[in-house]
């Protein structure tokens, strides 16, 4: 282990996600929903970033500042290479959390987040990161923070220990780490297949391992080969950041605000009798199993009176950015998965179905003779941007301030599609953020960029780009061998491409 690592897995460099819950822009509608003042956020720090993919998208995407850091020197050399394409002039850092968080030259921040750190780090690092929070964390600002929660992770527990245990123990002196993931689960199910009485009591056990043996291998060492491993508690978390002057303002995970999705009748009746919050979201927990949770925080809450959270929302505006034919209307949340109502969806989406931007004020005023409340509408809204197909949409002036930087990043994105399919989104000015973008979607705009405008030269363009790799196409699963069928049906997803997503693209202003 390199001393630097202080117990992190650093052997093996970390995927190159996307998180939009890091997004500012997406603070207000969340809030608004449970009638909080939104902060204004200027300046905003990213704590352990990864490969950093996150952190340019949005420092590229709009006028917040970025500031970021994550003690990995491979990924924050790549970070910082983003920022660099982008001139976006995100400052990002290789300090561990410890010598970053005391750097004397840092502003405050409206805004700090971390994804996926804290139930994986040491208490001194925590400690770090809660003082960091209580000191530079502006009044009004927000925390968002995602971790692994008990109970929901519960079962989980013996797993990362049998997991890590084989690791350190049965591994050879200096094997490679995946191969030690991949030996260690291997162990773990011949164990199973002996049918332990631990295995019997605790069939989640089994679930969730299936469930790993399907992932990402990188993702499964970071997440279960640490040292520091520890699904925390809502109410341990509440306690540590009261410290730090910070409650807990909302879910950042939209569909949570939905308790439709998540709860019955009387499980909503049962809580509502809770007027705790801390222990309200305890419950809660107990309730739909939480495993991960992805809440805001914020220090000095500020509620917003009636009058002022309905004229706050109207003036939210937003884009569709599904294509209208493919929004599916179902949704799932804690309950499992649920029919979307056609009445109040379906008269929503015709009037986003231009994909232009328009506040929910307007959308109100246009179903004025459907009946549907506002009320309805904010949370057909906020489940249709819960699952993906619509986003907020930051002002023209803030959109033309970062076009430049977007144009920037989004090439160096697009070139790196050529021999790669790990960048999986690409920054828009218009919602200021990151949109998703398959390797073939970011070909064929590479290839329109050249002039390349029909289908079949899109086409041809990308058969020539992965041919020469080794590469092939997948058709439901299964790999297409013959160049003629890779070619007809890499056609079928260009013709695809230009009838339904290269307009939705040009109004998000990435192609
Ligand atoms: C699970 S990854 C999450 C990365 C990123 N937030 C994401 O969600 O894609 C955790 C990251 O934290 C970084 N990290 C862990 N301990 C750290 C420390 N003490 N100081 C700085 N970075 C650290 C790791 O290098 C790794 O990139």
């Not at 906020?382 to 959109?399: F, H, R, S």
């Amino acid at each position: 282990m390199n001393n630097w690592t202080d117990g992190y897995i650093a052997d093996i460099e970390y995927t190159y996600g996307y998180y939009g819950e890091l997004n500012p822009l997406r603070v207000a509608m969340p809030f608004l929903n449970v009638a909080l003042m939104p902060p204004t956020i200027a300046t905003a720090c990213e704590l352990g970033f990864g490969q950093g993919v996150t952190v340019n998208i949005h420092a590229a995407a709009s006028d917040v500042r970025w500031y970021g850091t994550d003690f990995n020197p491979g990924q924050a050399a790549f970070a910082q290479s983003l920022a660099e394409s982008a001139r976006s002039g995100a400052q990002l850092f290789d300090q561990s959390f410890g010598e970053f968080c005391n750097r004397a030259d840092l502003p405050d921040f409206d805004f700090i987040a971390l994804h996926g750190i804290y139930s994986w780090i040491s208490d001194e690092n925590q400690r770090s990161i809660l003082d960091f929070v209580r000191r530079k964390l502006k009044v009004g600002g927000v925390l968002y923070i995602s971790y692994n929660t008990l109970p929901g992770f519960a079962a989980t527990g013996p797993l990362q220990h049998l997991l890590s245990e084989h690791g350190r123990v049965m591994a050879p002196p200096g094997s490679p780490l995946l191969g030690k993931v991949d030996a260690a689960l291997e162990f773990v199910e011949k164990l199973m297949a002996l049918n332990p009485v631990y295995g019997i009591v605790n069939p989640s056990f089994i679930e969730r391992l299936r469930q790993v043996k399907n992932q990402n291998r990188q993702y499964v060492a970071h997440e279960y080969f640490n040292h520091h491993w520890r699904p925390l508690r809502f109410a341990d978390l509440a306690e540590s950041l009261g410290e730090a002057k910070l409650t807990f303002a909302c879910s950042a995970h939209y569909l949570d605000h939905v308790d439709a999705l998540n709860l019955t009748t009387d499980q909503h009746r049962f809580l509502a009798e809770l007027t705790d919050p801390v222990f309200r979201q305890t419950v809660r927990d107990f309730i739909v199993n939480a495993q991960f949770r992805r809440d805001f925080w914020v220090k000095g809450a500020r509620r917003l009176p009636l009058v002022d959270q309905v004229e706050a929302l109207k003036q939210l505006k937003i884009m569709l950015t599904g294509v209208r034919s493919e929004v599916a209307l179902n949704v799932t949340g804690a309950l499992g998965k649920r029919d979307m109502t056609p009445t109040v969806y379906d008269p929503i989406l015709e009037i986003l179905a231009d994909h232009a931007p328009k506040t929910i004020g307007e959308i109100e005023q246009s179903l004025s003779g459907a009946g549907l409340r506002l009320a309805t509408i904010y949370e057909a809204i906020m489940v249709l941007a819960g699952k993906g197909d619509l986003v907020v949409v930051q002002d023209e002036a803030a959109q033309a301030r970062a076009k430049a930087h977007t144009d920037r990043l989004n090439l160096r994105i697009l070139d790196r599609a050529r021999t790669s399919s790990d960048l999986l989104h690409m920054a828009s000015p218009v919602n200021g953020g990151g949109v998703a973008a398959g390797r073939f979607h970011q070909l064929f705009l590479l290839a329109s960029r050249q002039g390349r405008q029909s289908a079949d030269e899109m086409a041809q363009f990308a058969w020539d780009t992965i041919s020469p790799q080794g590469q092939r196409v997948l058709r439901e699963g299964k790999t297409i061998e013959s160049q003629e069928d890779n070619l007809a049906e890499l056609a079928i997803q260009a013709r695809d491409f230009i009838d339904h997503r290269l307009s939705i693209f040009q109004k998000l202003q990435i192609a």
